[in-house]
């Protein structure tokens, strides 16, 4: 008994073939498909369709009858799935699935995809997707965040101190949007928790630029100096072309110490404006640090002897960055006018104090993170001494 279906007055080319499809879906090669419909060009339409999908038109019978080919079954045969599920992470992700979803049917035979981290234990971590939930939910609007009219009357030298840090952080910030923007365009999109975490940290350090430029800006038309030396630091990150190293070297120690420094730039802000903006960027900073510590660890759990790339990349960081100066004078300088509030020698003494103590917080953060990864403690000292003078 073949099958029947009754397009009624549907034409082929109106949506008739999706009908002709689904009925053909279920039947097996040669089995036969009644096709009953009113539209004047059925028959025509058919045997058009037919040659086009591989079917068979019989010429003798009324209604037409569809001899269901191979063809399309043929074209599937090998299609393999990207992930047994949407929610299959798998170990090695093939680059031959191409842009295709993850847990998708993929036709053989697409362009492969050129990318070079296609291993879940170089990439992962399995608190990306709960980071990437809160980074969605903690978007914030620069424009709305921050009450720019706030701005308090702040002292001529004070001002220019605050001019440099932010100048100072902008420059940083560039470097932290790059990286992760660079990482995630190398990365296979199956790990996709981590293409978007990586997403919204660029998005986040976008935002940062913005409004640390905003607040250099506030009260000058001119920013302050950028160092070659915290330039050459920067660029070292830049450069480091492997995905856990450069977020080891970027969120773990950078990052990490970049979060103490907007901390201290927050305690110790002369108006709203300046502590509002340091506030925000550490909250967002505080899970790029979190995600950096976390994908590093997971990578040592997998691989405990990539330690010993960590303390060579740190090393070899050092060494490129032996001739340089490290931190601009000129910033350092302002954050001791900053914590000092004046120019009265108590007062700079005191400053002076403050950024030595922001320098051993960001040390002892450094050697737990270090320690936590694994590092003995003498070892994790050692390593966070190496840190570049830059902060990040
Ligand atoms: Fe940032
Ligand atoms: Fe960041």
Redesign the pocket.
């Known amino acids: 008994m073949p099958t029947t279906i009754d397009l009624e007055g549907l034409g082929l080319e109106s949506g008739g073939q999706i009908l002709l499809d689904r009925a053909l879906a279920g039947l097996a090669p040669g089995d036969r498909l009644v096709v009953g419909g009113r539209h004047p060009a059925l028959r025509l339409h058919l045997a058009a369709w037919c040659r086009a999908e591989g079917h068979r038109l019989d010429p003798d019978t009324d209604p037409p009858t569809v001899v269901r080919g191979s063809a399309d079954l043929d074209r599937w045969r090998d299609a393999r799935r990207a992930g047994r599920t949407a929610s299959d992470v798998v170990a090695h992700a093939d680059p031959e699935w191409g842009l295709a979803a993850r847990g998708a049917l993929v036709e053989p035979g697409g362009p492969a995809l050129a990318v070079d981290w296609v291993d879940r234990d170089l990439v992962w971590a399995d608190v990306a997707p709960r980071l990437y939930a809160q980074a969605t939910a903690n978007q914030w609007d620069p424009a709305t965040a921050v009450d720019w009219t706030a701005a308090g009357p702040v002292s001529a030298d004070v001002e220019d101190a605050v001019v440099q840090v932010m100048t100072y952080l902008v420059e940083n910030e560039q470097a932290?949007l790059m990286i992760p923007a660079r990482l995630l365009s190398r990365l296979h999109p199956h790990y996709r928790e981590v293409m978007q975490l990586l997403a919204s940290?660029a998005a986040?350090?976008a935002r940062h630029v913005e409004i640390f430029t905003r607040r250099a800006l506030l009260h000058r038309d001119v920013l302050g100096r950028s160092g070659a030396g915290g330039r050459a630091s920067l660029q070292t990150l830049l450069e480091e072309p492997d995905f856990t190293l450069a977020s080891f070297l970027l969120s773990v120690l950078g990052?990490g110490s970049f979060l103490d420094l907007l901390h201290f730039l927050h305690r110790h802000a002369p108006d709203r404006v300046t502590a509002d903006v340091t506030r925000l960027a550490a909250r967002?900073?505080a899970r790029?640090v979190a995600f950096g510590v976390a994908h590093t660890a997971h990578v040592v759990r997998s691989d405990p002897a990539f330690l010993h790339r960590l303390r060579a990349a740190v090393e070899r960081r050092h060494t490129a960055l032996a001739d340089t100066a490290g931190l601009n004078r000129q910033v350092f300088e302002a954050l001791v006018v900053l914590a000092a509030g004046s120019w009265a020698p108590t007062a700079i003494e005191r400053g002076w104090r403050e950024v030595l103590r922001l320098q051993e917080t960001m040390d002892s953060g450094r050697r737990r993170r270090l320690e936590y990864l694994g590092f003995p403690a003498d070892e994790a000292a050692a390593l966070s001494a190496l840190h570049t003078r830059n902060f990040m």
């Open positions: 932290a940290q986040d350090e990052e967002d900073e790029h």
